[in-house]
C-alpha cells in the first residue's frame, strides 16, 4: 500500500520561502496523480496544487499560482512544493496526497479524488 510522507515545514517570516516533500513508499509515483492540500484552523482543506503522472502536467489554486511551483524527482519517488513570496494566509497544515490516476483533471481540487494521505506538514508564516 502507498505511503506518503510530508516534510519541510517550519516557521517563516511574510517574504520567505520554504520546500515541502512529498515522500512516497509501497509503490511508485509514476502511476499517481500527487496533489498537495492545506487546511488552515476553522477552514476547509483546500487543494493547492496537483500533478500529473504522465507528462508532468501541473495546476494550481488561483491564490498560489505564481508563487508556488509543484515538481516531481521521479528516482528519489518525492514529489515537492517549492512555497515563495509566503504569507500569513498560507499558514495552514500542509498535506500530499495520491490519487491512481493518469491526469489531475478537473477536480484535482477535491479531496473526494484522493486515496492515500500523508499525516501533513505544519507551515507557520509570521513575523
Known amino acids: 500500500q502507498l505511503q506518503l510522507v510530508e516534510s519541510g515545514g517550519g516557521l517563516v517570516q511574510p517574504g520567505g520561502s520554504l520546500r515541502l516533500s512529498c515522500a512516497a513508499s509501497g509503490g511508485t509515483l509514476d502511476y499517481y496523480v500527487i496533489g498537495w492540500f492545506r487546511q488552515a484552523p476553522g477552514k476547509e482543506r483546500e487543494g493547492v496544487s496537483c500533478?500529473?503522472?504522465?507528462?508532468?502536467?501541473?495546476n494550481y489554486a488561483d491564490s498560489v499560482k505564481g508563487r508556488f511551483t509543484i515538481s516531481k524527482e521521479d528516482t528519489k519517488n518525492t514529489v515537492y512544493l517549492q512555497m515563495n513570496r509566503l504569507n500569513t494566509e498560507d499558514t495552514a497544515v500542509y498535506y500530499c496526497a495520491a490519487n491512481f490516476a493518469a491526469y489531475c483533471g478537473d477536480n484535482w481540487h477535491l479531496s473526494s479524488e484522493y486515496d492515500y494521505w500523508g499525516q501533513g506538514t505544519q507551515v507557520t508564516v509570521s513575523s
Open positions: 500533478i500529473s503522472s504522465v507528462g508532468g502536467g501541473t
